[in-house]
T-cell receptor
Framework: DQQVKQNSPSLSVQEGRISILNCDYT??????FLWYKKYPAEGPTFLIS?????DKNEDGRFTVFLNKSAKHLSLHIVPSQPGDSAVYFC??????????FGTGTRLTVIP | DAGVIQSPRHEVTEMGQEVTLRCKPI?????LFWYRQTMMRGLELLIY????????DSGMPEDRFSAKMPNASFSTLKIQPSEPRDSAVYFC???????????FGQGTRLTVV
């Protein structure tokens, strides 16, 4: 059973606009959340994270929002650039060191 | 540091053969993870080690899968015998301490025919 879900397998956005990628989780024990970015033929690379004691974390064009009551987090990319086109994975952990990943969302930024 | 190094990058084998995937973690990282990526389930954790000791292998799908970490700089994931449904991309990752992000290798694309 998937404890971390990314219900949108793909997303297309015009360059310069905002990209919003969503993620839901079921385990209330999760207390650390991460986003990874993956290009073809490469391993996932860490993008941004957020602890459960926060509801927002910002790093340049990337902002992650956490809504604990809804068990939902989102990644905002603004402005979107063609180089942002990749598969984005949401991940969560709670206490133990292993990460639970979603199935990924393929973002395409159209020039 | 060169990052997490996996070999081979691609492996094509016949059903029933033994397959060994290799991983060199980042020096100084105490945690090593093996993940499998499939379209249906995304990235699944198979097993992870802390200081060379297997901590959680509940994600290993069957007894055909085994993993070892004989020292801090090397780990193997072995499938014996391999089956077509094992075809996937297998990633190795390492992290420095508990609760921090993991760094991934480039993966091994396994095809079992």
């Amino acid at each position: 059973d998937q404890q971390v879900k990314q219900n949108s397998p793909s997303l297309s956005v015009q360059e310069g606009r905002i990209s919003i990628l969503n993620c839901d989780y079921t385990n209330s024990m999760f207390d650390y959340f991460l986003w990874y970015k993956k290009y073809p033929a490469e391993g996932p690379t860490f993008l941004i994270s957020i602890s459960s004691i926060k509801d927002k974390n910002e790093d340049g064009r990337f902002t992650v929002f956490l809504n604990k009551s809804a068990k939902h987090l989102s990644l905002h990319i603004v402005p979107s650039q063609p180089g942002d086109s990749a598969v984005y994975f949401c991940a969560a952990s709670g206490g133990a060191n292993n990460l639970f990943f979603g199935t990924g969302t393929r973002l395409t930024v159209i020039p | 540091d060169a990052g997490v190094i996996q070999s081979p990058r691609h492996e094509v084998t016949e059903m029933g053969q033994e397959v060994t995937l290799r991983c060199k973690p980042i020096s100084g990282h105490d945690y090593l993870f093996w993940y499998r990526q499939t379209m249906m389930r995304g990235l699944e954790l198979l097993i992870y080690f802390n200081n060379n000791v297997p901590i959680d292998d509940s994600g290993m799908p069957e007894d055909r899968f085994s993993a070892k970490m004989p020292n801090a700089s090397f780990s193997t994931l072995k499938i014996q015998p391999s089956e077509p449904r094992d075809s996937a991309v297998y990633f190795c990752a390492s992290s420095q301490r508990e609760g921090t992000e993991a760094f991934f290798g480039q993966g091994t694309r396994l095809t079992v025919v």
